[in-house]
């Protein structure tokens, strides 16, 4: 069984509509990570979760919403978006945020969004 | 700034070797690690270097040096299934991963 998944793995949305990524892992990990990959930029950490509550939001627009309702699952609503926050959104796991410098992540395989 | 560079794309021969290389500059030093991503797909782990030296793991192999901020990534015996991007990522003092952009790696026949 894949370690972590992630649900849709295609979205197209409209700028107006309401709609949420879902992220699962499998793996008994205490760190949830969601990322921004853009083509040929750096992957964009956007919220870190320790189990279940936030510890890391850098600078991300409200108009993403992460949601930890418990140490398995990781969501990210999205609500009028904007073309440029097209991308594929990565959701990652660890064993912990911090505490030793080996810090695997896990990745799933992403969602791609198109903002209409 | 944090910053991480390692070039955009690379093309090299199957069968051939090819040397990935990554430079950072961050605040604090936790280990970097190496990840393959093939297209559509999640980036997967390859190594990670804390030490300064060379780490091999079959037909890769990763060199760290701390005092220059330098990393690079060897891959022999190039297959064509080694085709992807290879992202180079820092742990800085927070243990949060600093990403670079990804080198995209053509293999050609």
Redesign the interface.
Known sequence: ETGVTQTPRHLVMGMTNKKSLKCEQHLGHNAMYWYKQSAKKPLELMFVYSLEERVENNSVPSRFSPECPNSSHLFLHLHTLQPEDSALYLCASSQDVSAEAYNEQFFGPGTRLTVL | GQN?DQP?EMTATEGAIVQINCTYQTSGF??L?W?QQHA??????LS?N?LDGLEEKGRFSSFLSRSKGYSYLLLKELQMKDSASY?C?V?DS?????????TKLIIKP
């Open positions: 991480i955009t936790n280990g690690f990840y559509g797909e999640a980036p997967t782990f990670y804390v992202l990522a742990s927070n243990y949060q991963l600093i990403w670079g952009a990804g």
